[in-house]
């Protein structure tokens, strides 16, 4: 089986620019969760997608946004790129809506802002 | 508001000796308890849950979490570190009916297994 998908490994962008993040979950699973990993701030919750729904979002302001296509995949957004947003973006995928449902993540987007 | 806590940035342990990192939570009713590994430039690797029932949860790569909701800690043990064990450690929490399946992270803890 296939895991979790994220696309590009690596991503450099000038501040004030927009970054597209990309990613396909594992088949079958119909929920997507989007996390920052900033250096020393641990894993932050962005964003929660299920069934091409924003389900929730986590305490960032609006320029960071995305959606959930019909086959699931799903894109992260960031406009207006500050210094800050430099971090490991990683994705996740799991089966449903299940509360006790692990997340399987992937390998993430590194995104360095200059 | 769910939130986890571990309590130590790095943990060094020599091989063949037991291991543990520690992990406690803060949710307003039952918490559902998770444990990630994450090795260097890698996505988290899931390890081992507590939903209900048994205390003590046994997962991957032989390591074990015990739950005790009177301390409302979750930690993570392994009877023998291996080298290979060397990572970054998460505890994660889920608050039961809470209505949001978002996973709440701790800021991880490094384990270093020296040879």
Redesign the interface.
């Given at each position: 089986e296939a895991g979790?998908t994220q696309s590009p490994t690596h991503l450099i962008k000038t501040r004030g620019q927009q970054a597209t993040l990309r990613c396909s979950p594992i088949s079958g699973h119909t929920?997507v969760?989007w996390?920052q990993q900033a250096l020393?701030?641990?894993?932050q919750?962005l964003l929660?997608y299920d069934e091409g729904e924003e389900?929730?979002r986590?305490n960032f302001p609006p320029r960071f946004s995305g959606r959930q296509f019909p086959n699931y995949s799903s894109e992260l957004n960031v406009n207006a790129l500050e210094l800050e947003d430099s971090a490991l973006y990683?994705c996740?995928s799991?089966l449903g809506?299940?509360?006790?449902s692990?997340?399987?993540?992937?390998?993430?987007t590194r995104l360095t802002v200059t | 508001a769910q939130s986890v806590a571990q309590p130590e940035d790095q943990v060094n342990v020599a091989e063949g000796n037991p291991l543990t990192v520690k992990c406690t939570y803060s949710v307003s009713g039952n918490p559902?308890l998770?444990w990630?590994v994450q090795y260097p430039?890698?996505?988290?690797?899931?390890l081992l849950?507590y939903?209900t029932g048994d205390n003590l949860v046994k997962g991957s790569y032989g390591f074990e979490a015990e739950f005790n909701k009177s301390q409302t800690s979750f930690h993570l043990k392994k009877p023998s570190a291996l080298v290979s064990d060397s990572a970054l450690y998460?505890c994660a929490v889920?608050d039961?009916g809470a209505g949001?399946?978002?996973?709440?992270?701790?800021?991880?803890t490094k384990l270093s297994v020296i040879p």
């Open positions: 979790v929920s969760y996390y020393g701030l641990g894993l919750f929660w389900r929730n986590g990683l996740a799991s809506q299940g509360e006790y692990p997340l399987h993540f992937g390998n993430g | 559902y998770f990630y430039n890698r996505g988290l690797q899931f849950k939903i998460f889920r039961q949001s399946y978002q996973l709440t992270f701790g800021k991880g």
